[in-house]
């Protein structure tokens, strides 16, 4: 199918690398000839990592290469696409400039998906001829790697708009999940800043380190919520009585330690230096081959995620 990335940054560049790994041919576009060299630059060397952690041969990598092209129109990009991806910066009068542009040539019935991280999508599609195709598509950086997609609807999104949505995703080897209602943060960031505000609230009351702490969540919960969530977690933690028994069997304790947990609506203000002092002597303590310093943990980092990528069949 052909599909189109519009505004081929940082997630435009990576979704449409994903489009075409997925199969399909991918109008990446760009502004300016400079920014669609960046573009395809970063596309280059995020399948030669691929290639390098054994996930494609140099055969394939050049097919999905193939499948690639470089385009400064969104008349071209999106002309007869069936699936349209924006990735265009943060800010409704950008999204409202580039949704006008798109549905001045895309095909009337075409998904439009944007990958906004926090804006509305009734309010992005509040000037567009057809607001009930459009849906919230939001990625985890890089959407090339990590499957989540979290996909949101507008007042006036329809819900064939949503299924074409999840159906496309899906047979990319993404993982949509749907909102039933417009959430600020989504889920997966309100669930991060959850946990991480009993991260800071432990550093800071001189319970454990920063390091001690990120050891816990990678050796403890974190290393089984790469394998199942957490809800699953506790069905199998509560034995025959599941989930149910697990949260009755352990009420009172846990109320005693919700009751002892941060609940700030805001970071103290010490927070951040407290945290950045933190990782420096965490990274300083760190061999070199697991990564301590930005470069080496990004590529451990993307390294360990294509094997759990592998672990599940998402690559
Ligand atoms: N970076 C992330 O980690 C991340 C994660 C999830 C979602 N997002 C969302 O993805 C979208 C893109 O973010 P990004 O990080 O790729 O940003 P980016 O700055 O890398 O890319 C933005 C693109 O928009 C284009 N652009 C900027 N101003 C424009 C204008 N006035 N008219 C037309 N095009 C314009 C730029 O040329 C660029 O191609 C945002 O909505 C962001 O919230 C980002």
Redesign the pocket.
């Given at each position: 199918m052909k599909t189109a990335s519009i505004?081929?940054?940082?997630?435009?560049?990576s979704y449409a690398l994903k489009f075409a790994m997925g199969g399909n041919e991918v109008w990446a576009q760009?502004?300016?000839e400079k920014?669609s060299e960046l573009?395809k630059e970063r596309v280059r060397e995020s399948l030669n990592s691929l290639v390098t952690n054994g996930v494609y041969t140099e055969e394939q990598e050049k097919e999905i290469l193939a499948r690639i092209h470089f385009t400064t129109s969104v008349k071209e990009a999106v002309k007869d696409a069936g699936f349209i991806q924006e990735?265009?910066?943060?800010?409704y009068?950008?999204?409202h400039?580039?949704v006008k542009q798109i549905e001045e040539y895309a095909p009337e019935d075409t998904v439009i998906a944007?990958?906004?991280?926090?804006?509305l999508v009734t309010e992005i599609a509040k000037y567009a001829r057809h607001p009930e195709r459009f849906v919230g598509g939001?990625?985890?950086?890089p959407?090339h790697l990590i499957p989540l997609v979290e996909i949101t609807k507008g007042e006036k999104t329809e819900d064939w708009a949503v299924e074409k949505a999840k159906e496309f995703y899906k047979g990319i080897g993404m993982e949509p999940v749907v909102l039933q209602k417009e959430a600020l943060g989504f889920i997966c960031n309100r669930l991060q800043m959850a946990l991480y505000r009993e991260v800071v609230n432990l550093v800071l009351s001189g319970v454990c380190t920063v390091e001690d702490a990120d050891k816990a969540v990678t050796f403890g919960p974190g290393i089984r919520w790469g394998i199942m969530g957490p809800s699953l977690v506790f069905e199998l933690g509560g034995g025959q009585h599941g989930v149910a028994g697990l949260m009755t069997h352990l009420h009172d304790s846990i109320s005693l330690w919700l009751n002892d947990m941060a609940d700030w609506k805001e970071f103290p203000p010490e927070t951040a230096k407290i945290l950045q002092e933190g990782v420096r002597a965490e990274l300083a303590d760190r061999p070199a081959e697991i990564g301590n310093t930005h470069e080496s943990l990004e590529q451990y980092r993307d390294k360990m995620l294509i094997e759990m990528l592998k672990l599940h069949k998402k690559l």
């Open positions: 505004c081929a940054g940082v997630i435009g560049y760009n502004r300016t920014s573009a990735s265009s910066t943060e800010h009068d950008v999204k400039e580039i944007s990958s906004t991280s926090g804006l939001h990625p985890y950086n959407p």
